[in-house]
Every structure is written in structure tokens, then in C-alpha cells.
């Protein structure tokens, strides 16, 4: 397949993280979202290094990379919305004012 098909699928997922992003107010939904953004940019990573480097391994050991920070950022994303959720018994982004004064 061509570099242009996978770029618009990339971006095509990530106009859909952004969009859940920025209209949602649960904060599952915000976590899934960044997921989305984080599996556009792996697309993005393989396409590119096949397209420019077939023979290397770059673009694969960039998104094992990235693959690795988002497990990390969703389990700790997920600890910090769970105790949230103890204590405020919602994970709506609106009631998280715990920081204000």
C-alpha cells in the first residue's frame, strides 16, 4: 500500500482522539482518547520507517516505545481516576475540583 493511505488513517484516528478529547467530560473517555492519539502516532512511526527504511528496525523500536509509555500512562491515569472516584463517587471531569481552592 501507499505512505498516503496509512498517513490518512493516522490522521483520521487522531482528529478522533482530539475530537473525544476535547468534547468529553468522562474521564474513561479522556484516557481512551489519548489512546487513540498514541495508536495514530504508532501508525504514523511504522508507515514512515517502511516507507523510508525498509530494511530498518527504527520506526518499530519508536513505537515499542511508545506502546510502553501509554500502558504506563493508563495505569496510572486509571489508579488517579479510581481514587477519584472513591472519594467523589462520579469521573465526571467537571467534578474534579479537588485543587481548587
Not at 13 to 31: D, E, K, P, Y
Not at 75 to 97: C, H, K, P, W
Request: aromatic share 10%; with cysteine; net charge neutral.
Amino acid at each position: 500500500m501507499q505512505l498516503e493511505y496509512y498517513l490518512l488513517l493516522a490522521a483520521a484516528l487522531f482528529c478522533i482522539g482530539v475530537f473525544g478529547l476535547v468534547t468529553s467530560r468522562n474521564a474513561i473517555r479522556v484516557l481512551m482518547s489519548i489512546e487513540l492519539m498514541l495508536n495514530a502516532v504508532n501508525i504514523n512511526l511504522m508507515a514512515f520507517s517502511n516507507y523510508l527504511d525498509p530494511q530498518g528496525i527504527k520506526g518499530q523500536v519508536f513505537a515499542v516505545f511508545v506502546i510502553t509509555i501509554a500502558a504506563a500512562e493508563a495505569a496510572v491515569g486509571l489508579a488517579i481516576v479510581l481514587s477519584i472516584y472513591r472519594n467523589r463517587d462520579t469521573v465526571d471531569m467537571e467534578q474534579f475540583n479537588l485543587l481548587k481552592w
